[in-house]
């Protein structure tokens, strides 16, 4: 298999491999410049804290007396030598060897995949997974800290897919359990597999290697092992949210003293019998590296703490396929990736009864890991040949004279409604950050406000003053606008995804893909033509009937200015989006006063942003442009929005694996030219 793989996979694989590559150079780089640009005192701050000069292996006295070093004392005694080294250098050299960690790690991840494995996915393994490593928070947070959460990782990876025989592994799994006490649950799992001598030297090697420190370091074991209970409450609170484990989540919800402990001690044992069984489960169907993941998430979910650098395992857990459906295939790796590479203000918004889910969305990922995800065993039959995908085949264009790009095929059925709302909610967060950050200052976006007001006025167009005050002029109109700015920017456009996403899930790709474009491109306007807004403009005499009044004489003016990015007027999103859905309904709405209604929403738009002093007339052509563009690359890029199935065009019907009792075919999704 892996000769097939070395013989070439084509093209595009090459192509994907040296540009993957490049991507982990440029990720090592920056790393390794992040800690050459930070001073003293603010890169490694862990690793300073132990080392430095001040550092508390240079002190006299317990290591955990200032309560800045939190490993095992057999890190520690490990540790202690690093002091004599100069302190510039080491952080460089311990970074750079903390990197070639990662690129061990990879690599040996890289290897345990289970067999077979396509030409392609064996070409790109490697690269693909040393850049996911690259990215993850673990490890960002554990080279920004300088910890050495990567070593019981990759030594528990060596012993289970590199070592021969029975000791060495035993040996490399004992010392990793010894920098990460939980890591002894690897032990277990070797005893349940049937590797009884591996299991027994582990737990040899652990106990040398914590007498050891005991016989070295008598007080600091006491701290750590009696005092502190396993370690449990060094470093931050346990009940903070670093800490990703089932004791800092119950914490979190209030609890204590011993009804907290009873509960801990319960549900860890519960958690470590499903998840030991399904993990021996999985090493007897040759998953050995998803055995391995899921025991290192029982270990993140039952240790008394669990801080974010110590999460890798979760990661690991990638390599279980779950989902009979080749569409539901990437669900599962694509929720652990972006739960794994960014925080979960990110992920999930700030609602109260989100904020649970939020604020442990790790420990939510490694329980589900552990305990609840339904990974294929390789004897299924849809193991490797899951429930084709049905695409429709594209009509012929409308506009002969465009040249089509096809870079993906439509897709009749529903996209997964999990993966979908953090993909919204990602690309939501991702375009809130740009659009703050894409600022230039007041001055700048004053000058462009004189720029767009003379060039209405030389159009004949400036009609925003004459608006603006003949609404404040009338009350309830003035409520309507200022209710209609503040509510239907958002609730009409996802209302729409939503009857989509139902209704016509082939026309909602489309649709979400185009005002998906649509808003990127608008980013570039926010980022390259900062513009304030008529009711920002000194001297105009424009009313913010929406904000209320601002001193725009203050230099601090304006508190908004201080949440949201409020020089990101062109294009105009408010009309932009309103414009959009008005030509979707346009386009898809079965009925004439349906079609009527939506293009009112449009016209209600540009009509409030334009009297409430938000946009000038300008932002919103610049608002139409930007939806036009959207709508024009999804076409070069997908095809027309009239498709035809498979079936319709005359293709055979596609065939099911083979199965004495298979689930039955999905059903059709309705075409996408037909009525809701």
């Not at 006490?181 to 597999?193: K, N, S, Y």
């Not at 490694?366 to 339904?374: F, K, S, V």
């Not at 008529?534 to 009313?543: A, K, V």
Request: proline fraction near 7%; glycine fraction near 8%.
């Amino acid at each position: 298999m892996r000769g097939d793989a070395a013989a070439g996979p084509g093209t595009r694989a090459a192509a994907a491999r040296a540009v993957l590559w490049l991507l982990v150079a440029v990720l090592a780089a920056r790393q390794v410049a992040v800690v050459l640009r930070r001073q003293p005192g603010e890169r490694l701050t862990d690793f300073e804290t132990w080392t430095g000069a001040t550092g508390v292996l240079h002190m006299a006295g317990s290591l955990y007396d200032p309560g800045r070093f939190t490993g095992t004392p057999f890190a520690g005694l490990v540790l202690k030598p690093l002091t004599a080294s100069a302190e510039e250098a080491l952080g460089v050299v311990w970074t750079f060897g903390s990197l070639l960690l990662v690129v061990a790690l990879g690599f040996v991840a890289a290897r345990a995949l289970p067999a077979p494995l396509g030409r392609r996915t064996a070409f790109l393994a490697a690269p693909l997974a040393i850049t996911l490593l690259m990215v993850s928070l673990p490890v960002r947070n554990t080279l920004f800290l300088g910890q050495t959460s990567i070593l019981p990782v990759l030594l528990v990876l060596l012993a289970c897919f590199v070592a021969r025989g029975e000791r060495l592994p035993g040996v490399l799994a004992g010392i990793a359990a010894a920098f990460q006490p939980a890591v002894l649950l690897f032990a277990a799992l070797f005893w349940l597999t049937g590797r009884r001598r591996a299991a027994a030297t582990g737990g040899a090697t652990f106990a040398a290697c914590t007498a050891l420190a005991w016989a070295v370091m008598p007080r600091d074991s006491w701290t750590y092992w009696v005092h502190h209970l396993a370690g449990a409450g060094l470093g931050e609170r346990p009940d903070s949210l670093a800490n990703q484990s089932l004791h800092g989540a119950l914490l979190r919800f209030g609890l204590q003293g011993p009804l907290e402990i009873a509960l801990f001690l319960a549900l860890a044992a519960a958690v470590t019998f499903l998840g030991l069984r399904r993990a021996v489960r999985y090493a007897r169907d040759g998953q050995l590296l998803l055995a391995v993941a899921v025991t290192g998430c029982v270990a993140v979910a039952v240790s008394p703490t669990a801080w974010q650098h110590q999460l890798l395992w979760v990661l690991l857990a990638v390599v279980g396929r779950v989902g009979t459906r080749a569409s539901d295939r990437l669900v599962w790796p694509a929720v652990v990736v972006l739960v794994l590479t960014l925080p979960g203000k990110m992920l999930l918004p700030n609602v109260g009864v989100l904020l649970p889910v939020r604020d442990n969305v790790l420990l939510i990922a490694a329980l589900g890991a552990a305990c609840a995800a339904p990974f294929l065993s390789r004897t299924s039959p849809y193991w490797a040949r899951p429930v084709p995908t049905d695409h429709a085949r594209p009509v012929e264009p409308r506009f002969a004279w465009v040249p089509l790009l096809p870079f993906w095929r439509r897709v009749l059925s529903r996209p997964n409604l999990l993966l979908e709302l953090l993909l919204i909610r990602v690309v939501y967060s991702a375009y809130a950050k740009v659009r703050l950050a894409a600022t230039a200052g007041r001055p700048t976006a004053e000058e462009h406000g004189r720029q767009i007001h003379a060039a209405e006025r030389w159009l004949h167009i400036d009609i925003e003053h004459w608006a603006n005050h003949t609404v404040v002029g009338v009350p309830w109109l003035r409520d309507f606008f200022d209710y209609y700015y503040s509510t239907f920017h958002f609730i009409v456009p996802l209302t729409i995804l939503g009857v989509l996403y139902v209704r016509r899930p082939s026309d909602y790709r489309w649709v979400r893909s185009s005002i998906g474009f649509a808003t990127i491109l608008a980013l570039f306007g926010f980022w390259l033509y900062p513009l304030a807004p008529p009711r920002l403009m000194p001297g105009l005499g424009f009313i913010d009937t929406v904000h209320g009044v601002q001193d725009l004489d203050s230099p601090d003016f304006g508190a908004l200015t201080t949440v949201t990015n409020q020089y990101a007027a062109m294009p105009s999103l408010h009309f932009g989006w309103s414009l959009w859905c008005g030509v979707v309904i346009l386009l898809l709405a079965p009925k004439a006063w349906m079609k009527v209604l939506g293009m009112l929403h449009p016209l209600f738009t540009v009509s409030t942003i334009v009297a409430t002093g938000n946009h000038w007339v300008l932002d919103a052509v610049g608002g139409a442009a930007v939806v036009a563009a959207g709508f024009g690359l999804t076409y070069v890029l997908c095809g027309p929005r009239l498709l035809r199935s498979g079936a319709e065009a005359g293709d055979p019907p596609r065939r099911e694996p083979a199965s004495a009792a298979g689930p039955p075919a999905p059903e059709r999704a309705e075409p996408a030219g037909s009525k809701a």
